[in-house]
C-alpha cells in the first residue's frame, strides 16, 4: 500500500501540469464538485501545502540562507520588485477593470511557488539555492507582501493590510515552522522519508482542490462574460509569467551567476505561489471586487505548466549543448 502512494505521488509530481488540467477542465463542467473549497477549507488546503514544504526543510537548507546571503537577497528583490512591477506595468498597458487588475497585482506580489523547487530539480538547476530562494521570500511574505500590494493597488481599493499580514502569517509561516519543527524532531524515525516522499503528490492534490474550488466561485461570471474574459485574463498570466522566466534569467546573467544558478533564479522569479494569491483575493477582494480570483486561479494551472515547459527547454538546450562538444 505504501509503495502505490508513493509511485502515485511520484507520477503526481511528475505530470503536475496535466493533472492540474484535467482537474480545471473537470471543475469548469462540473462545478458544484469543488463548492467545499471555500472558506477557511481554502485556507486550510493552502496550510497544508505550506506544511508539505516545512516537512522538506532541514537545517542544511538554512545554513544554505547564511552561507550564501548575497545570492538569496538578489534572488529576493529580483522576485519581489519584477514580478510586482510587470504585473502594474501589464494592468496599465492592457488597461484591466479593477478586479482583473488587484487579481494579477496579487500574483506578482506573493512568494516563489513551492513546485519551483522541483521545476529545479527536474532542469538540473542549484536545487539548494531554489529551496533557499523560497524560503526566503515565504519568510518575507507576511512582510512584502501586504506592503506591496497597498502601494500598486490602494489607488483604487481599500487593501486591509493588517488582515492580509496576519492571514499570510497564519497560512504560510506557521505550517512551514510546524512542518520544519517535525522534520527536524521526527526527521531520523524510519517512517518519516516515506511520509516526506509523500509531499509532492499530496501538495498537487491540494493545488488541485485550490484551483477547482476557484473556478467554482467564477464559474458564473466566466460564463456570463464569454471567452473574452478568459482569453484577456489568459494573455495577461502568460505575459506576466513569460517575463519573469526571462528577466529572472537576466539577472542571473547580469551577475555572472552559473548556468544552473542561472535557471533557478529564472524559475524562482517566473512561478509565484498562486495559490496563496488565491486565498488572499477570496478573503479580501471577492466581495467587492469578485473577477480578481479570475487571474489568480489561471495562474495557478499555468505557472505548473509553463514551469514544466521551461525545465524541458532548458534540458533540450543542455543536450544540443552536450552534442556540439
Not at 529551496?131 to 481599500?158: C, E, I, Q
Not at 529572472?248 to 495559490?275: D, H
Amino acid at each position: 500500500m505504501t509503495k502505490t502512494l508513493q509511485n502515485i505521488s511520484q507520477w503526481l509530481a511528475t505530470y503536475t501540469s496535466a493533472f492540474i488540467i484535467a482537474i480545471a477542465v473537470f471543475a469548469f463542467f462540473v462545478p458544484q464538485t469543488f463548492s467545499w473549497v471555500v472558506g477557511y477549507t481554502q485556507t486550510a488546503i493552502l496550510g497544508i501545502i505550506m506544511l508539505t514544504m516545512g516537512l522538506t526543510l532541514t537545517t542544511q537548507d538554512f545554513k544554505i540562507l547564511a552561507s550564501r546571503p548575497f545570492d538569496i537577497f538578489l534572488g529576493s528583490v529580483a522576485q519581489y520588485t519584477i514580478m510586482p512591477g510587470i504585473a502594474w506595468l501589464l494592468t496599465r498597458l492592457f488597461h484591466l477593470d479593477e478586479s482583473l487588475a488587484i487579481g494579477i497585482i496579487l500574483v506578482g506580489c506573493c512568494p516563489g511557488g513551492v513546485s519551483s523547487n522541483i521545476m529545479s530539480f527536474l532542469c538540473k538547476g542549484d536545487v539548494a539555492f531554489s529551496v533557499g530562494m523560497t524560503t526566503a521570500s515565504t519568510l518575507l511574505a507576511p512582510f512584502v507582501t501586504p506592503f506591496l500590494v497597498f502601494l500598486l493597488a490602494d489607488k483604487s481599493v481599500n487593501v486591509d493590510t493588517i488582515g492580509m499580514f496576519i492571514n499570510i502569517l497564519i497560512v504560510t509561516i506557521l505550517p512551514v515552522v510546524v512542518g520544519f519543527s517535525l522534520n527536524l524532531k521526527l526527521g531520523k524515525k524510519s517512517y518519516f522519508p516515506t511520509l516526506r516522499s509523500l509531499m509532492p503528490g499530496t501538495s498537487v492534490i491540494c493545488l488541485a482542490c485550490i484551483v477547482g474550488g476557484v473556478i467554482f466561485s467564477v464559474h458564473d461570471h466566466l460564463i456570463s462574460n464569454g471567452w473574452a474574459l478568459f482569453l484577456l485574463t489568459f494573455g495577461v498570466v502568460f505575459c506576466h509569467n513569460s517575463l519573469g522566466y526571462a528577466i529572472g534569467y537576466l539577472v542571473g546573467k547580469v551577475f555572472r551567476f552559473g548556468t544552473a544558478q542561472k535557471r533557478t533564479v529564472s524559475i524562482e522569479v517566473g512561478m509565484q505561489n498562486a495559490g496563496l494569491a488565491t486565498n488572499l483575493a477570496t478573503n479580501f477582494f471577492v466581495a467587492t471586487n469578485p473577477l480578481a480570483v479570475v487571474p489568480c486561479a489561471i495562474s495557478c494551472a499555468w505557472h505548473s505548466i509553463s514551469g514544466t515547459i521551461l525545465a524541458g527547454l532548458f534540458m533540450k538546450f543542455e543536450k544540443k549543448e552536450i552534442a556540439k562538444e
